[in-house]
Structure formats: C-alpha cells, structure tokens
T-cell receptor, first 113, second 113 residues
Framework: KAGVTQTPRYLIKTRGQQVTLSCSPI?????VSWYQQTPGQGLQFLFE???????NKGNFPGRFSGRQFSNSRSEMNVSTLELGDSALYLC????????????FGPGTRLLVL | QKEVEQDPGPLSVPEGAIVSLNCTYS??????FMWYRQYSRKGPELLMY????GNKEDGRFTAQVDKSSKYISLFIRDSQPSDSATYLC?????????????FGQGTILTVHP
C-alpha cells in the first residue's frame, strides 16, 4: 500500500506571496491532518479534514486554510507569507481521525525569503 | 505549562545500550499514546501506539504508560546506530479532538558504534 504523499517537497517563496501544498492520503483513509514543524515550536496541529469538512482547527491565524476533495486528497494554503512561516509542513492520514494511528508523509519544506 | 513535556536531550549511547525515553503530560483525560521516530529531513514514522496504562512490546521496543503519574516511556533494547533519530511522544485526548495529536519537543538520540 502506498504511503502518504506530499507535493511539492521543497518550495521557496518571498514574503507576501501565497502557497498551496498538496497531500494524498493512504488509500482508504478519509481523515487528513496538517501540522507545522519548526525547531522552536516543534510539531503543531493546523487542522483536520474528514469527508470534505474541517472538523478541528489549531491555533493558527486565518492566513492558513485548507480543503479536502471527494477523493480525500487535501490541500493547504498559506496567504500573505511571513518569514516565520518557514517550516516543514506535514500531513498525516488516518482512517477516521478518531485516535487511531496517524501516518505521516515526508513533508513539504517551505522557505520564505 | 505545556501539555506534553519531553526532555530534548541530546542523548548519546554506545551500540547495544538500553535507551529510555520519557514524557510527562498534564491532562489526565488523554487516552491514546504514541511514539514516533523521525530521521533527519523525513516525516515522523509511527513506532508504537498504546491505549490506557500498561506495557506494549514490539521487537526491541517497549512502550510503557503510567496514567496515575501521567508518565510515558519508550525503551529501546540492544540499540543500533540505525536507531539514531529524533523520538517524539504524542498524545491524543479522544472525544471530539479529531485528528489532533499533541507532540513533545522530541529527544535527539545518537547511538555510536
């Protein structure tokens, strides 16, 4: 079974731009969660989607948004990029997001200049 | 107070040593406990997953949960250089916290030959 895939793997953007990251979950998994990982803050939860609905959201500004498609693939968008948005963005999939194990993708490394 | 506290290390041990990694958490409502391993520039990989108190063993790895003292541990027996990585504890509270894992800061482990 293929694992979680994320594209692109690396991105360089400048302040003020926006960016869209993509995540394809493991086949059969309907829950996708997004996390931001930085050296200072560690792994922090952004939001979770299930059946195209956002069910949970972390403590991030509204510049961070996401969506999920009917095939469970998910995208997250960051608008008006700031230097502090430089991070590894990880997505994780699980069957239903109810405490069962989450499996992470390799991440997208975003550098904001 | 952070919800999950983890000693960041770094921890350096000789090959063959027994490694003990630990986390404490603050909310007694947490129900699910995970350990992830993350190699440099990779996504976290799930190692162990436990529910409630007790021990769980998988090969050289043993996860231990003590809910009375809000303490979780991961033991690695006969450590190998390939075990060198960052180890992250993660907790899922259950209920309507869909998809939201709370992570410790991670412990950097180096196993030298």
């Amino acid at each position: 079974k293929a694992g979680v895939t994320q594209t692109p793997r690396y991105l360089i953007k400048t302040r003020g731009q926006q960016v869209t990251l993509s995540c394809s979950p493991i086949s059969g998994h309907r829950s996708v969660s997004w996390y931001q990982q930085t050296p200072g803050q560690g792994l922090q939860f952004l939001f979770e989607y299930f059946s195209e609905t956002q069910r949970n959201k972390g403590n991030f500004p509204g510049r961070f948004s996401g969506r999920q498609f009917s095939n469970s693939r998910s995208e997250m968008n960051v608008s008006t990029l700031e230097l502090g948005d430089s991070a590894l963005y990880l997505c994780a999939s699980s069957l239903a997001g109810m405490g069962e194990t989450q499996y992470f993708g390799p991440g997208t490394r975003l550098l904001v200049l | 107070q952070k919800e999950v506290e983890q000693d960041p290390g770094p921890l350096s041990v000789p090959e063959g040593a027994i490694v003990s990694l630990n986390c404490t958490y603050s909310n007694s409502a947490f129900q699910y406990f995970m350990w992830y391993r993350q190699y440099s520039r990779k996504g976290p990989e799930l190692l162990m997953y436990t529910y409630s108190s007790g021990n769980k063993e998988d090969g050289r790895f043993t996860a231990q949960v003590d809910k009375s003292s809000k303490y979780i541990s991961l033991f690695i027996r006969d450590s190998q250089p390939s075990d060198s990585a960052t180890y992250l504890c993660a907790i899922y509270p259950g209920g309507t916290s869909y998809g939201k894992l709370t992570f410790g800061q991670g412990t950097i482990l180096t196993v030298h030959p």
